[in-house]
C-alpha cells in the first residue's frame, strides 16, 4: 500500500499541492469567508456589525467580570471563542471600510512598531 508517507520517501513531489499552499493566505480566506457570513447592507450593515463587535467584546469581559466578582470560572476555550467572535466582527469592519484584516494587522504592527522605537507605548492619544 502506498501511503504519503511512502510517497514522500520514494521523492514525489506534488506540484499542485504546492501552488495550492503558495497562494493560500489565510487572512484573505478568513476576510472573504466572513464577508460571505455577512447578512445586512450599507447603513444597516455598519450599525449591525459595530454592535456586534462591542457585544462580543461585552461577552469577553462580562467573563471577567464575573471572574473577579464572583469567583466564576472560565476555561480558555470559552474566552478564545468570544475573542473569535471579536474577530469576526473586527474583520467585518475592516472590509466594510475597504480593508482587509491581513491590512489591521500590518498597521496595527506598524504603529505599535514605531511607537517602540519612539519610546511612546505608554502615554495617549493616537499620533504618539
Ligand atoms: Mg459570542
Redesign the pocket.
Known sequence: MITGGTLDEMGYYDASYELEQRDFDPYTTYSSWVEDKIMTEGDDRLVENILGLV??AG?VAEKIKKLIRDDTRFNNQEIL??LG?VLFYTTALANYYNGSLKMLIKMNVEKLDGREARGTLKGSGDDR
Open positions: 457585544g462580543e461577552e471563542k468570544e467572535d
